[in-house]
């Protein structure tokens, strides 16, 4: 019998870091100049109504600034789902996906909770207008996967203690590592404290055993993952997904490309 394990994020890589950052404000401009630098990817959550008002985003120039990376919803008008009526949800989120859409030119698939706050019925809501993740508030100070992509607990806040996970994060090991990191860029101006990014990102960016993504990205990948179809004697993979998978088998990596059939 073959050993087969699911320890690889593409490229062959066991470890990934994702960036999460909310509201769509200018400061995002700056992070954006230090991620890329790094080469690392981060997913932006805006809120379509602040969109052209004083202190946020132009529409029309959100496409450019944020290329390379991902935007997606964060309601409307930034309210606390919990206190709102399901219909309000509803039209909270329609309406942020829609007109983020029109903005970026791509279908929008992912949100973060605004004020980390949720409950089962925003869960219902948000999954029934196409968003497949959503990012809560919860610091799991861990590199595990999230057991459901729409209450996917981030990893931790930039502000709480980043540096102590670097080290952790890249030390020798052979299991899968998820690092998402949530914040708001605003805050490195209020706290002037830009270094912590920065520093970060010069640790963790640029290497070639880390893979950096968006959070959708993360999602696509997990779900190609769990769509492979694997014979009984574990000999044989195919990829019905559009996009390479990569695992270990008998201590080798391995990579299923999309739509292939492979046999060892
Ligand atoms: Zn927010």
Do not use: Q
Not at 161 to 188: I, K
Not at 253 to 261: D, F, N, S, Y
Request: charged share 25%.
């Amino acid at each position: 019998m073959h050993r087969v394990v699911f320890n690889r994020f593409p490229g062959g890589v066991s470890r990934c870091l994702t960036m999460s950052y909310d509201d769509g404000v200018p400061e995002d401009i700056r992070l954006i100049e230090i991620f890329n630098k790094n080469g690392i990817k981060s997913t932006f959550f805006l809120n379509s109504i602040n969109l052209d008002r004083d202190g946020f985003m132009p529409s029309e120039e959100i496409k450019n600034i944020y290329k390379g990376h991902e935007i997606a919803c964060h309601m409307m008008t930034h309210p606390r789902p919990t206190t709102i009526p399901g219909t309000s949800k509803l039209v909270e989120t329609y309406e942020d996906r829609k007109i983020l859409e029109r903005a970026c030119g791509y279908p929008v698939r992912g949100l973060s909770y605004p004020f980390g706050n949720y409950d089962d019925e925003t869960v219902e809501v948000i999954k029934s207008v196409g968003i497949e993740y959503a990012r809560t508030t919860v610091s799991t100070r861990s590199f595990d996967l999230p057991k459901d992509f729409l209450r996917w607990h981030p990893t931790c806040r930039h502000r709480e203690d980043l540096a102590e996970l670097v080290e952790p994060f890249l030390a020798p090991g052979d299991d899968l590592r998820l690092f998402y990191v949530w914040g708001h860029s605003y805050e490195f101006s209020r706290s002037d404290n830009w270094n912590i990014i920065e520093d970060f990102c010069r640790r963790v960016g640029g290497r070639d055993d880390v893979w950096y993504a968006t959070n959708i990205e993360v999602v696509d990948y997990i779900n190609a993952t769990k769509a492979l179809r694997i014979s009984i004697d574990l000999d044989t993979f195919y990829n019905p997904s559009a996009i390479s998978v990569w695992l270990t088998v008998d201590g080798m990596t391995l990579e299923i490309p999309a739509g292939k059939t492979v046999k060892i």
